[in-house]
């Protein structure tokens, strides 16, 4: 594999993210070459439900995942045509913005809180932390990752995000990096975000959803540590569709209350239970017109319906690394078992920490700006996924 070479980028641009050069490869992440520095006059959001373990046991982990989207999709609407760097963390989300958008973010995230209280019964915690906190103590690296021509996705690593996450949770420094100026009356705009489909079935015999940390002393040896592991589960599952969660032949839209219901609550917080009906039947009414034009590869403005499902599956974030190495992956249990022997192999040695969650089903959660251009799909296990994955880290690492 080549190192993407790359000139250096502006470091005090608000478009530095849009400038970066795009990867082509997963495996490019593993090379520190292809990674720039984030400018100091930007600022890291950290979102995490609190007590996810709690509201995953009550049944609520759709609802998780939805906030965690919910986080992502007001700032993305605040920023509008400037490309951001953002990462979906199942129970949370990292966001990095430049500083002028600060106080429009916090009065966004606070909507969010409050909805996620008032409508969902669930506690949001929201930080904002600026860069110049983190880069005494750690590094924000980054790289931009082709993942569709509808989707860029951000590659973070350097410790920083890690930090900022301690940060925005240590009881002893949460409130300096909370949002400051309160205000109950504080809106959002949720324009893109949808929840549409069904639960995804594996294909096989189950999803998992893995985290992996590599804890080698040194920045090559971690850059080659996750090269072989992400060569490993290329070689175990393969790296096409063969694990992929959510391929187009497996993707159904939902029209039950469970399958519609989340979204709808967003939407309809503050209204009367007659305009929730109304939005909960238009939504209805929407995906059955879809089903239409895609079951029947009706051709609109251009635009064949019948590769919708194909863009929304290419569009997906089931590999990701903020940090560490996140996926959701469709397989076997061999396949599992032969993937965790070689993980506990590499544990023993010293070499790494990592957690996992199996399930029947993946969820999906939707940002969707343009039916046929920008969106992007989060991909995460049911039933607990990407949340109690870090869970069992994070015992492994007390260990």
Not at 61 to 82: E, M, P, Q
Not at 103 to 131: C, D, W, Y
Not at 212 to 224: E, R, Y
Request: some cysteine; proline content about 3%; glycine content about 6%.
């Amino acid at each position: 594999m080549n190192i993407q070479e790359f000139s250096p980028v502006n470091t005090t641009s608000e478009n530095f993210y849009a400038d970066l050069p795009v990867l082509q490869n997963f495996a490019d992440i593993t090379y520190s070459a292809n990674f720039s520095d984030i400018p100091n006059d930007w600022a890291v959001i950290i979102t995490d439900v609190t007590e996810s373990t709690k509201a995953i046991a009550e049944g609520k982990y759709k609802d998780v995942n939805l906030l965690g989207a919910c986080s992502i999709i007001v700032i993305l609407n605040i920023v509008g045509d400037l490309e951001i760097p953002f990462v979906f963390g199942g129970d949370g989300a990292s966001i990095l913005i430049p500083s002028k958008f600060i106080n429009e973010a916090e009065q966004s995230l606070l909507a969010v809180q409050k909805l996620a209280s008032e409508e969902f019964k669930l506690s949001l915690r929201v930080g904002i932390v600026p860069l110049t906190a983190i880069t005494s103590n750690y590094d924000i690296k980054i790289a931009k990752l082709r993942i569709s021509e509808n989707y860029n996705q951000a590659i973070l690593r350097g410790g920083g995000i890690s930090y900022a996450t301690r940060l925005v949770k240590d009881a002893a420094t949460t409130d300096l990096y909370s949002p400051k100026y309160i205000n109950e009356n504080a809106i959002a705009d949720f324009s893109g975000l949808e929840c549409r489909w069904q639960d995804i079935p594996t294909r096989h015999d189950e999803i998992l959803s893995l985290i992996v940390m590599a804890t080698a002393p040194s920045q090559s040896q971690i850059d080659l540590l996750y090269r072989e592991i992400i060569n490993q589960i290329d070689r175990i599952y393969g790296r096409g569709e063969e694990c992929h969660p959510a391929i187009s032949t497996n993707l159904a839209l939902g029209f039950e209350d469970k399958n519609l219901l989340s979204e709808t609550r967003v939407f309809t917080t503050t209204q009367n239970w007659l305009a929730r009906w109304f939005y909960l039947w238009k939504i209805r009414l929407i995906n059955l017109l879809g089903a239409i034009l895609m079951n029947s590869r009706i051709r609109v403005r251009g635009f064949n319906w019948g590769d919708y499902k194909k863009i929304v599956s290419e569009s997906t974030d089931f590999k990701k690394f903020d940090d560490v190495l996140r996926m959701v992956i469709s397989g076997r249990i061999k396949q599992r078992q032969t993937l965790m022997n070689y993980l506990d192999k590499k544990f023993r040695e010293g070499r790494l920490v990592y957690g996992f969650h199996v399930s029947d089903r993946a969820l999906m959660t939707c940002l969707v700006f343009e039916r046929d251009g920008r969106q992007v799909h989060f991909i995460d296990g049911a039933d607990g996924g990407y949340a109690l994955a870090a869970k069992k880290m994070k015992e492994l690492m007390k260990s």
